[in-house]
């Protein structure tokens, strides 16, 4: 099947009716571990005869839009895009640039979260790691 024409669960969605338990071509994942999405935060700038209305028709049928910001700045939406693989990531930042009339579309992939609830001075942090250290 082309990329282009790819369907919900080519996409990394189950079909409906299935259970991802039963598929002996899945990894095997313990329940305690949690399942890694890979996201990517998008600025977009829409094309000058592009109306935002089509974008977002797009994103309500793309199974890859988690969320989306309207911006005023440089570029006109950000958009958050989710996937269970990098390969489907890209092809959902690949299709938002062609399809939702988009001109420019900016990438941003997410590494992982930072953690806020910790103390951001390592001087009082018990378990800092050992590569931050004090700049005085």
Same mark, same amino acid.
Do not use: F
């Given at each position: 099947?082309?990329?282009?024409?790819?369907?919900?669960?080519?996409?990394?969605?189950?079909?409906?009716?299935?259970?991802?338990?039963?598929?002996?071509?899945?990894?095997? *994942?313990?329940?305690?571990?949690?399942?890694?999405?890979?996201?990517?935060?998008?600025?977009?700038?829409?094309?000058? @005869?592009?109306?935002? @209305?089509?974008?977002?028709?797009?994103?309500?049928?793309?199974?890859?839009?988690? #969320?989306?910001?309207? *911006? #005023?700045?440089?570029?006109?939406?950000?958009?958050?895009?989710?996937?269970? @693989?990098?390969?489907?990531?890209?092809?959902?930042?690949?299709?938002?640039?062609?399809?939702?009339?988009?001109?420019?579309?900016?990438?941003?992939? *997410?590494?992982?979260?930072?953690?806020?609830?910790? @103390?951001?001075?390592?001087?009082? #942090?018990?378990?800092?790691?050992?590569?931050?250290?004090?700049?005085?």
């Amino acid at each position: 099947m082309s990329p282009w024409r790819m369907t919900r669960w080519e996409r990394g969605d189950l079909p409906p009716g299935t259970d991802a338990d039963s598929d002996p071509g899945e990894p095997a *994942i313990r329940a305690d571990e949690p399942q890694r999405r890979h996201e990517a935060l998008v600025s977009v700038r829409l094309g000058p @005869s592009a109306p935002g @209305s089509h974008l977002v028709e797009y994103l309500r049928h793309e199974p890859c839009a988690v #969320a989306a910001w309207w *911006i #005023a700045a440089d570029v006109d939406a950000v958009v958050r895009l989710s996937a269970e @693989s990098m390969t489907v990531l890209h092809r959902a930042v690949a299709d938002l640039s062609r399809r939702a009339g988009v001109e420019v579309a900016v990438a941003n992939y *997410i590494l992982r979260a930072l953690d806020l609830g910790t @103390s951001a001075d390592p001087r009082t #942090a018990k378990d800092a790691p050992t590569w931050v250290v004090s700049a005085a």
